[in-house]
């Protein structure tokens, strides 16, 4: 196999290679198999979509559907109806090329060696389609992906001898709803995939709420406010992906964010300068939101967080990252001790900005004065219980 670093290893044989290369660039969701019915290569895609990463895909090389279907149930398992009706339009296809007392007759099929023997074989179509059902223990990958259909085509060379199949599949998501997801940011679900499981990593992290939100809503129409919190809501997802920031939980007229120090080639003033160019951006867009006879301020809090645990939630419902830890809690008191407008950021975030990004973000870290926040004109009695030592100051 020919190996890339961060890729599924390619097929050795070149036309069967050249398809690979070709399915990779498109970004396309597939496997290839061998004139013996042997996976020789599956997608990056279809490995991130079961999983598994791209450039471990190389331990079900070798297999064919039927042993990876007894061998690795975990990732690639489906139900016993699907298996038996791709049983009924495969087997007799892969019997035209595969009889009993070949060498690989009883490699292929496996336990169902036997079987597969008795079945009548049939004279190949140029393609042909099968889908697979997922059982219920896959549980996020059911619940998501549902039916996966599969269109094979059968690969001669330019010989015209059998060289293999190609397998391309898509999920039962209409392509309708696939091409609305698109209009998401793909940074941001690279992002998100990268802390797909939950670990301990260091963050800055920028919660905002709409300021005076009941006497707002009480003003405008429910039309209206539902128009305002729409546009702020895409305000503080603009300014935070734009920042290569994950953009947190939305709870009702607020949200927040977080700014990974990993995203950020692990510098911790380059986390804490996008995370302060994000809150200047919403506070700034804040202005434009609502009809122009209405005075609309969005209230900022950022903090640090060094031991953040952070990963992905994700549901039937939903699909977040998430955020827990002391520091997260301390955020949250920031913001809502934050008045006017303000951006209210903690000591412990400005004093990892280096010169060039302080620069950047028109703060001086050797000018700034703090205030403990418990001391903060009007902060409340949650505030002060549970970040009221926090040095604070507003930027």
């Not at 009924?88 to 009883?106: K, T």
């Amino acid at each position: 196999m020919s190996q890339r670093a961060d890729g599924p290893p390619l097929p050795e044989h070149p036309e069967l290679r050249d398809i690979a290369t070709a399915m990779e660039g498109a970004g396309i969701s597939g496997e290839i198999l061998d004139a013996n019915w042997r996976i020789v290569f599956i997608s990056s895609e279809e490995a991130r979509i079961v999983g598994v990463a791209p450039a471990q895909v190389e331990r079900f090389y070798g297999k064919s559907h039927i042993t990876r279907h007894f061998e690795d149930a975990d990732v690639w398992g489906i139900t016993d109806e699907s298996s038996r009706i791709w049983w009924h339009r495969n087997v007799p296809i892969m019997r035209h090329y595969l009889e009993p007392g070949d060498g690989v007759f009883e490699e292929v099929f496996g336990p169902l060696a036997k079987p597969a023997a008795s079945i009548t074989p049939v004279d190949p179509p140029r393609a042909w389609s099968s889908s697979y059902e997922f059982p219920p223990e896959l549980g996020l990958r059911q619940s998501v992906l549902g039916n996966v259909t599969f269109v094979d085509v059968r690969i001669n060379g330019d010989n015209g001898h059998f060289l293999g199949v190609l397998r391309l599949s898509r999920t039962s998501i209409p392509e309708s709803l696939l091409a609305r997801l698109g209009r998401g940011d793909r940074g941001l679900f690279e992002r998100m995939d990268k802390v797909r499981e939950p670990g301990r990593r260091a963050a800055a992290i920028l919660f905002a709420d709409l300021e005076a939100s009941y006497a707002l809503s009480r003003r405008l129409s429910s039309r209206g406010y539902f128009d305002l919190i729409s546009g702020l809501t895409d305000l503080i997802d603009s300014a935070v992906v734009a920042e290569s920031g994950i953009v947190g939980k939305h709870a009702g007229d607020g949200g927040s964010a977080l700014f990974l120090v990993s995203d950020f080639d692990g510098s911790e003033s380059s986390a804490t300068r996008a995370a302060i160019m994000a809150a200047q951006a919403i506070r700034d867009g804040a202005t434009n939101l609502g009809p122009d006879d209405l005075d609309v301020t969005v209230n900022v809090g950022l903090h640090w967080g060094a031991t953040l645990t952070v990963g992905q939630v994700a549901t039937s419902g939903r699909l977040e990252v998430t955020a827990l830890g002391d520091q997260m809690n301390e955020g949250a008191r920031i913001e809502a001790a934050a008045k006017a407008g303000a951006i209210l950021a903690s000591k412990d975030l400005i004093e990892r900005l280096d010169p060039d990004d302080a620069s950047a973000t028109g703060v001086d870290p050797e000018r700034v004065a703090y205030t403990p926040l418990g001391e903060l004109e009007g902060a409340s009695d949650k505030a002060i219980r549970d970040a009221g030592a926090i040095p604070v100051t507003a930027i």
